[in-house]
């Protein structure tokens, strides 16, 4: 079982930023990938980012983002830490919502049913 525990979350205003982290626990090893998701009030859960849990470097780019936070959200990870990160600048009142952390098996990424390990979320909220 692999526990997920989001922090990191609060209230700013447009154009602020915020860093986002998971800690991850237990049984870590059976990781392939974490993400971010988020969901706003009446909407579905929405893929943020995806990064591959390893901890060698490849040559080859191994994150994922939306088309709505390309160039604004940075997913990060330390493996040795167990944590994964996302910094998230140039904040919109349309990213207002909950922020989840997930952890899959496998390669299926931005899929929500592809993650087997939530956390509970945290609240990000911004104003203008």
């Known amino acids: 079982q692999v526990q997920l525990v989001e922090s990191g979350g609060g209230l700013v205003q447009a154009g602020d930023s915020l860093r986002l982290s998971c800690a991850a626990s237990?049984?870590?090893?059976?990781?392939?990938?974490m993400a971010w998701f988020r969901q706003a009030p009446g909407k579905e859960r929405e893929f943020i980012s995806d990064i591959r849990w390893a901890n060698d470097r490849t040559p080859y780019d191994d994150t994922y983002y939306a088309d709505s936070v390309k160039g604004r959200f940075t997913i990060s990870r330390d493996y040795a830490k167990n944590m994964m990160y996302l910094q998230m600048n140039s904040l919109k009142p349309e990213d207002t919502a909950v922020y989840f952390c997930?952890?899959?098996?496998?390669?299926?990424?931005?899929?929500?049913?592809?993650?087997?390990?939530w956390g509970e979320g945290t609240q990000v909220s911004v104003s203008l």
């Open positions: 237990g049984a870590t090893f059976v990781i392939d990938g």
């Open positions: 997930a952890a899959r098996r496998g390669t299926t990424y931005y899929i929500a049913g592809s993650y087997k390990y």
